[in-house]
């Protein structure tokens, strides 16, 4: 059974991730009042935003080096504020050239509080000795929609004060779990040396990163151009547009809730394979939907098909890692902005030379190739260590 301090490692962790998912909405869903505030055309808000993931994939590389060190704990309790106040100086920002360096400073501080705070997870994780990632990031997704609500609620009053506001939360959050969060010793396992050398070995992380990157150019299709494929293709009107996302997003968590269970009876590699089946039977239905109500179950199914891929990935990473360096987990998250960028480049680029049925077909065959990634989910850990309870 997990010790009275393992469940305080556990309720911190669950805080972080609350905290990052309320911070990255809070600024995700007000870039169309900061284009407007700045008088941004759509090139430059393009290359505005490619600063977000690109100084992310920095900072996650970096956390990796950091954690190493001194542990995810430090990391998180130095990058989780950084976000907020990242996110409070975006709103107030005046002009372009002072909200560049805040975007930089929130890329770099977002990516290394998401290898951190999955290193966290995967500690949490390893004590526990069941599979409980999903539920971590579960309430990612339920802040995540708690910043949307209050962005639809405050929408009148001025947007620093609407992007302030969540992020005293986010602060108090932080400073709450950073208290009992998993320190650099308890993320080891017990009696694991580390890896021969000092290394992770890249080659059974590849399947971990090469899937993670395939779920994110989903997920930028469907995040950066669900709302223009109900409307150019399916003639959605302003009411029914939304619909699409809310039922993504809906779908990912109803599936989350539950990926602890599938996991820990049907293990990872089966519920990967699964999710990378009906994530593709997702897209060929956006490729084909001939009408609104099926557009929006299609979008639905991809979320449910991807759901499952990134907490998975990080689990898995974990194992290779027995010794609780972060290396493993740093070098998965990467590929989440990776994928991002190029899913937004590849889909984007797919539409304006044919037609954006046809930009849904690249995600598709890459969902296609999660499957056969899915082996790789289960992975024989590098160092057998010794059961803990």
């Known amino acids: 059974m997990p010790s009275q301090r393992d469940r305080q490692a556990r309720v911190a962790t669950y805080v972080v991730y609350a905290v990052q998912g309320l911070s990255f909405a809070s600024l995700l869903i007000q870039v169309a009042n900061l284009q407007a505030k700045h008088g941004l055309d759509e090139g430059t808000l393009t290359l505005l935003l490619l600063i977000v993931p690109v100084l992310a994939g920095v900072g996650s590389v970096a956390a990796g080096a950091f954690a190493a060190r001194l542990g995810s704990k430090l ?5 989780q504020p950084a976000v907020a106040v990242a996110v409070v ?3 107030l920002a005046p002009n372009v050239p002072l909200l560049v360096p805040v975007l930089l400073l929130f890329g770099v501080a977002v990516g290394a509080v998401d290898a951190g705070m999955n290193m966290q997870g995967v500690a949490v994780e390893r004590r526990y000795g069941v599979q409980v990632l999903n539920g971590f990031h579960c309430v990612w997704s339920v802040f995540s929609m708690a910043a949307a609500l ?15 506001i969540p992020m005293v939360l986010a602060v108090a959050g932080s400073l709450y779990a950073g208290r009992d969060l998993c320190t650099k010793d308890e993320e080891k396992a017990d009696s694991v040396a580390a890896p021969a050398g000092g290394k992770v070995p890249w080659r059974p992380i590849i399947p971990l990163c090469l899937a993670m990157a395939f779920l994110y150019v989903g997920d930028a299709a469907v995040s950066n151009f669900n709302t223009v494929f109900m ?14 996302y809310a039922a993504y997003q809906a779908a990912t968590l109803a599936v989350r809730l539950g990926g602890d269970f599938a996991a820990r009876r049907y293990g990872p590699a089966a519920i990967v394979r699964v999710g990378g089946a009906i994530a593709t039977l997702g897209f060929l239905g956006v490729v084909l939907a001939p009408n609104q109500p099926l557009g929006i179950v299609a979008f639905a199914l991809t979320g449910m098909g991807l759901a499952v891929v990134a907490p998975q990935s990080f689990s898995a990473a974990g194992k290779l890692d027995p010794a609780g360096t972060g290396v493993a987990i740093a070098r998965v998250n990467l590929f989440n902005y990776v994928g991002f960028i190029v899913g937004a480049a590849l889909v984007g680029g797919i539409a304006e030379a044919a037609d954006m049925r046809v930009a849904f077909a690249a995600p598709l065959v890459l969902a296609a190739v999660i ?19």
Request: proline share 11%.
């Open 75 to 79: 990391l998180l309790r130095i990058a």
């Open 89 to 91: 100086l975006t709103g």
């Open 150 to 164: 209050w962005a639809s609620v405050a929408a009148g009053l001025p947007l620093p004060l609407v992007m302030a």
């Open 231 to 244: 409307k150019d293709v399916l003639g959605a009107s302003a009411s029914v547009i939304p619909l699409a």
């Open 371 to 389: 499957i056969a990634l899915a082996s790789g989910f289960q992975p024989k850990p590098a160092v057998v260590p010794h059961k803990i309870y």
